[in-house]
């Protein structure tokens, strides 16, 4: 069959019932799975014959959302993992470990930022962070013989920074490691980062994927294109025998399209334990039947609220990727040319505290961590999320202490720019 459109994949993509089965996903709430003998499942702990034994490391519900996914960012494997925070640090860490290097972009969400500078830090691994907007030569100059691994979010959360991923993906290839994109924000309806030489792709399903605020998820989606094989020495995980595997092989045996994923569940997932509830994946899969419906609403409503506010004599500035003099523009243009997504950012005139006294006024824009699903929301992150940063480092990953972060819903934007002009009248 001719290869589906977007919209088609996240409607009915990664799962095709049989006659007389469920039209819908079946929720597998299960945490085992029944076999006859001891040599079949002995087959399926040696990854000798591919099936289902415990839900820590597999369950058939999120699979078919995992395949899902993996269809609509173009890649050959994925998995589902319980946040984004687990597949940012499963991405990270299947290729480095203590002693390993990592270049990072600056501009990244607060708790991949945190993740990265402290908790992996104390693991062993160093990391180099780099304005997101970097020359070749600024990236370049960022690697040493021990980095595995660069990475960015393809429009940061919360500075709205859009990554040249092509510049990204080429110095990452020059310097023979995979480039790794958090692609959370645009979600593969808005750009798909594997057409742009990204090799690996992570999620927070939390935001847009499932869309409607429900349940913490992630993923992780493999493009099958980097080739581990041209450096055995520096992937031995994936390139030499697992001893805890009976000595197999994750490239030789799963091929470049499997061998991450299959590493990444089988010894990540074994030991981590970080995965999906099979539940959170069926309303995961619920909110992915929509977003490529949801993403245009979303961009339409963030670019008319952005232009109120770009024209409002309280506000300092606005930054949205979608506004013609933005910095990003012509990055958006090139990646993003269907929307920019629903996330706004822009700063009051009297800075922190009149940010304060704003968003206190709002009415239906509500006040919350989170970001990203189909109720507006906004966020001050130099007091939420980001509030263990240092103002240096707040400027360094673009997040200045006035910002505040607007997660434009689907609602009409009639009324989110009523709501934003009620609240600024107060001023
Ligand atoms: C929210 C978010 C994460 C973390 O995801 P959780 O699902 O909250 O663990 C990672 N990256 C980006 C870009 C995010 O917005």
């Known amino acids: 069959m001719k290869k589906q459109e977007i919209g088609t994949v996240c409607v009915q993509g990664g799962y095709t019932p049989g006659n007389g089965e469920p039209r819908q996903v079946p929720i597998i709430q299960s945490t085992t799975f029944k076999y006859n003998t001891s040599e079949d499942m002995g087959k399926l702990f040696d990854l000798e014959a591919s099936g289902y034994f415990y839900s820590r490391l597999q369950n058939p519900t999120c699979d078919t959302v995992a395949a899902k996914i993996c269809a609509l960012e173009g890649g050959t494997a994925a998995m589902l993992t319980s946040s984004g925070?687990?597949?940012?640090?499963?991405?990270?860490?299947?290729?480095?470990?203590a002693g390993d290097h990592v270049v990072a972009s600056a501009a990244i969400y607060g708790g991949t930022f945190n993740l990265f500078n402290v908790t992996m830090r104390r693991m062993g691994i160093d990391f180099t962070f780099i304005a997101p907007d970097a020359t070749e030569e600024e990236i370049e100059a960022a690697f040493k013989p021990n980095t595995k691994a660069l990475f960015g979010e393809t429009i940061a959360n919360p500075a709205l920074r859009v990554l040249d991923v092509e510049r990204f993906a080429k110095v990452a290839h020059k310097n023979g490691v995979p480039l790794i994109i958090d692609n959370t924000f645009p979600t593969p309806v808005l750009c798909r980062p594997f057409e742009w030489g990204a090799d690996i792709v992570t999620h927070s399903t939390t935001k847009y994927l499932d869309g409607h605020g429900s349940a913490v998820g992630g993923c992780i989606v493999d493009s099958g294109k980097f080739d581990w094989t041209k450096y055995p020495e520096k992937f031995?995980?994936?390139?030499?025998?697992?001893?805890?595997?009976?000595?197999?092989?994750?490239?030789?045996?799963?091929?470049?399209?499997?061998?991450?994923?299959?590493?990444?569940?089988?010894?990540?997932m074994r030991d981590f334990g970080c995965t999906q509830s099979p539940q959170s994946a069926f309303i995961l899969n619920l909110g992915i039947e929509s977003v490529h419906l949801r993403m245009r609403a979303h961009s339409d409503n963030a670019m008319a609220v952005a232009q109120f506010l770009k024209n409002h004599d309280k506000i300092a500035w606005v930054k949205y990727a979608g506004l013609e003099d933005d910095e990003d523009y012509a990055l958006a243009q090139k990646y993003l040319p269907n929307g920019c997504c629903g996330v706004v950012s822009f700063g009051v005139k009297g800075?922190?505290?009149?940010?304060?006294?704003?968003?206190?006024?709002?009415?239906?824009?509500?006040?919350?961590?989170?970001?990203?699903?189909a109720r507006s929301c906004c966020l001050h992150p130099a007091n939420a999320t980001h509030r263990q940063m240092s103002e240096e480092e707040l400027i360094a990953a673009g997040v200045p202490s006035d910002l505040i972060r607007l997660s434009c819903g689907i609602e009409d934007a009639k009324d989110l720019i009523a709501d934003l002009a009620q609240a600024l009248e107060t001023l």
């Open 85 to 97: 925070q687990a597949a940012n640090f499963f991405a990270i860490f299947n290729i480095a470990s």
């Open 351 to 373: 800075g922190r505290s009149a940010a304060e006294s704003v968003m206190k006024q709002l009415k239906l824009i509500a006040i919350e961590t989170h970001v990203a699903d």
């Open 236 to 268: 031995p995980g994936l390139c030499t025998p697992d001893e805890s595997y009976h000595g197999v092989t994750y490239t030789e045996r799963f091929g470049l399209a499997g061998a991450f994923i299959t590493k990444a569940t089988a010894q990540l």
